[in-house]
């Protein structure tokens, strides 16, 4: 798998959000989870809950570090990885796929606009992303 | 990115650590590796194989002279007669009014000639507090660049450091050293350690440390032999309730509350600290550092407070998901009436009261040589 897929877009923070039709499933990049190292506690928002781009919407631990998770757009949450409770590693181990942490039912599709592509999101780790 | 202009200290193995990938961080004005390969990974690699620390950042003080015996007694608090030559024991610095100025490990090495081990931030503090308590028959020495320490530790400990060393290393017994040669280089190979697993630390010139330490992890690698960084150490030492200097003691905690009273002698005679610990004892503690779990999912850190009743009673201290433990462990301050195992707390976590219940330590059981 590609360090950063192609089909994904990124923000600053460091989240991925992939389109699925009127929704989008978010994660954390691979950067992310290497910086964070291994992770052992996500919190989440529940089913319902109503999130806003670029605002926190959980936190993933590491084992140094407490790390604010953001938003990469705007809508109704519809599902929570609730794997990730008992197997928090999976979003080192599989921060595209098993990793995933929400899915958003979008209210404003077009905010998508303001999320970087892949290529743009390495360009960013190689200048100010990469602290 | 902007960065204060400090420049950090290097061990004598930094070059090392590049090389083998650490990630590197800022420890108490020291560049130390706070991980390899991850820090669960290599808190596993200790429990279950052995694992190999640079603590080369950490001090080393040598005393020599006729006088050192009543030095030490006057400045630290545990029983400097009792400890026999080829002993090490675990002690305290302690200001008048009782107040933790460090934790140490002390060795008398002859004797008249003791070494004292103190934590890496606390060096220019401790030696300038046992400089002013110099009398003119001890000859004081701060040798802590010119030694390196590495810490081998885990069930495969003595193999490792056996087959490297031209003594028997399976004769030295717990906070007990030998003098001996490992890899060639000679030193100081004490049963020691802050895992609580076996293993040794194995004191040497600086100049020859790195020799050491390739060696070790050649020597070790099909025996699961792994470089551990800080953040496993943290862990490692967190599962077994060892105090941290600067999180779980300080200036501002006395010895009887942090559990140290087994390391604190008044019956030895006078110490510094010692009529503060006195007065401490007979008025009775006020507050305990004590080990808890949470019984709610959430992770307590160092500085959260600690409810009760809704209302704040104390502190976390350290905290952290303990992977031997598979549970989210902590270690704090609550009053005596809540130090009690099985006693209901809460951790309050950004803002939220989590429940949590205070528990027996150590949190994993120690396998260190008895």
Redesign the interface.
């Known amino acids: 798998m590609a360090t950063y897929p192609a089909e994904l877009r990124y923000t600053r923070e460091h989240e991925w959000a992939k389109m699925e039709g009127k929704r989008a499933r978010v994660g954390i990049t691979h950067y992310a989870q290497d910086q964070l190292?291994?992770v052992?506690?996500v919190?989440l928002p529940k089913v319902g809950a109503r999130v806003t781009q670029m605002q926190t919407f959980g936190?993933v631990?590491?084992?140094?570090a407490?790390s604010d998770l953001f938003a990469p757009l705007s809508g109704a949450v519809v599902e929570v990885n609730q794997e990730l409770?008992q197997q928090p590693?999976r979003v080192n181990r599989d921060p595209y796929g098993t990793g995933w942490l929400i899915v958003i039912e979008l209210s404003h599709p077009a905010e998508a606009e303001k999320l970087m592509s892949a290529q743009q999101y390495e360009e960013f780790l190689k200048t100010a992303g990469g602290? | 990115?902007t960065q204060p202009e400090t420049v950090l200290k290097r061990t004598p193995l930094h070059a090392a650590h590049v090389r083998l990938g650490a990630?590197m961080i800022p420890f108490g004005g020291w560049d130390m590796p706070?991980?390899y390969s991850?820090?669960?990974?290599e808190h596993r690699a200790v429990r279950g194989a052995v694992g190999c620390f640079d603590v080369s950042h950490m001090g080393e003080f040598e005393f020599r002279g006729p006088d050192s015996l009543r030095l030490l007694q006057r400045i630290t608090t545990n029983d400097v007669a009792a400890l026999q030559v080829g002993q090490v024991h675990y002690s305290l610095l302690c200001y008048e009014d009782g107040g933790i100025i460090d934790d140490l490990t002390l060795y008398r090495l002859a004797d008249d000639h003791y070494m004292m081990t103190v934590n890496a931030s606390n060096i220019d503090k401790d030696w300038a507090w046992v400089s002013s308590h110099l009398g003119s028959r001890v000859d004081a020495r701060n040798v802590s660049e010119e030694t390196g320490l590495i810490a081998v530790q885990g069930p495969h400990a003595e193999r490792l450091v056996g087959g490297l060393a031209d003594v028997d290393v399976g004769a030295i017994g717990y906070y007990h050293f030998r003098r001996g040669q490992v890899a060639g280089v000679p030193g100081i190979i004490s049963r020691t350690g802050y895992t609580g697993e076996d293993g040794f630390e194995l004191y040497l010139p600086a100049a020859r440390t790195e020799q050491v330490w390739e060696r070790l992890l050649a020597a070790g690698k099909g025996d699961g032999a792994v470089p551990v960084g800080l953040?496993a150490r943290d862990?490692l030492r967190l599962e077994m309730k060892y105090a941290l200097y600067g999180n779980d003691i300080d200036e501002t905690a006395n010895p009887l509350e942090a559990g140290l009273g087994w390391v604190v002698k008044p019956a030895k005679g006078e110490f510094i600290g010692r009529t503060a610990l006195e007065g401490v004892r007979a008025a009775g503690l006020r507050r305990r550092l004590v080990g808890f779990e949470m019984v709610e999912?959430?992770?307590a850190?160092h500085g959260y407070p600690i409810l009760h009743g809704g209302s704040s009673v104390g502190i976390v201290t350290s905290g952290?998901?303990g992977p031997s433990v598979d549970r989210?462990i902590g270690i704090g301050y609550v009053p005596t009436a809540l130090a009690a195992v099985d006693s209901a707390i809460a951790i309050e976590v950004?803002g939220r009261g989590q429940a949590a219940r205070v528990v027996k330590t150590p949190f994993y059981p120690p396998r260190v040589k008895r």
């Open positions: 190292g291994d052992v506690f919190e936190v631990e590491s084992v140094k407490v409770a590693e602290h | 990115m990630r706070v991980q991850g820090i669960v990974e953040g862990t999912r959430a992770v850190r952290s998901y989210y950004r």
